[in-house]
């Protein structure tokens, strides 16, 4: 049986009062490249462990927390990573966060992150999914990132 979500108890908002309407969700803690910008190499040195991809929340999971945001005020979701083209079947997830809406019945502005290394193999699939928009990262770096 679904778990019904609580009523909501009011918009979130930041230690200011400032209501929240932006969620922020990392797919993966993975990237291709290791620019220094994102993977510092005090952090990510060569012993550095991944999570595993059973410690991932799900695309349902997911999904369901989303939905959660949404009642509270969220109106723009951003996918970010690492690098969240490297997750397996992201259209998946795609499409199961642009079918929300948000309490007023308005679809949710869903933008994805990525280095755009791989966009070119997955941008119809994400569009199809229901993406709409997509933000390239840009490092600003004299050091070259390198790939993994």
Same mark, same amino acid.
């Given at each position: 049986?679904? !778990?019904? /979500?609580?009523?909501?108890?009011?918009?979130? %908002?930041?230690?200011?009062?400032? #209501?929240?309407?932006?969620?922020?969700?990392?797919?993966?803690?993975?990237?291709?490249?290791?620019?220094?910008?994102?993977?510092?190499? *005090? !952090?990510?040195?060569?012993?550095?462990?991944?999570?595993?991809?059973? *410690?991932?929340?799900?695309? *349902?999971?997911?999904?369901? &927390? $989303?939905?959660?945001?949404?009642?509270?005020?969220?109106?723009?979701?951003?996918?970010?990573?690492?690098?969240? &083209?490297?997750?397996?079947?992201?259209?998946?997830?795609?499409?199961?966060? #642009? $079918? @929300?809406?948000?309490?007023?019945? *308005?679809?949710?502005?869903?933008? @994805?992150?990525?280095? $755009?290394? &791989?966009?070119?193999?997955?941008?119809? #699939?994400?569009?199809?999914?229901?993406?709409?928009? !997509?933000? !390239?990262?840009?490092?600003?770096?004299?050091?070259?990132? %390198?790939? /993994?």
């Amino acid at each position: 049986m679904p !778990v019904q /979500a609580p009523p909501p108890s009011g918009l979130l %908002s930041d230690r200011r009062g400032r #209501a929240l309407h932006d969620l922020r969700i990392s797919v993966t803690d993975r990237c291709n490249f290791r620019c220094s910008y994102c993977m510092p190499k *005090e !952090v990510f040195d060569k012993d550095h462990r991944f999570l595993p991809h059973g *410690e991932l929340l799900s695309f *349902e999971e997911t999904t369901r &927390l $989303a939905r959660l945001f949404t009642l509270h005020g969220v109106r723009k979701i951003r996918l970010t990573g690492g690098e969240p &083209l490297l997750r397996k079947n992201l259209e998946i997830l795609v499409a199961q966060l #642009a $079918a @929300l809406r948000t309490p007023d019945g *308005e679809p949710l502005d869903l933008t @994805l992150t990525t280095n $755009a290394s &791989l966009l070119a193999r997955k941008a119809v #699939a994400l569009r199809m999914a229901g993406l709409r928009r !997509v933000t !390239v990262s840009s490092m600003h770096s004299t050091t070259p990132c %390198s790939a /993994a």
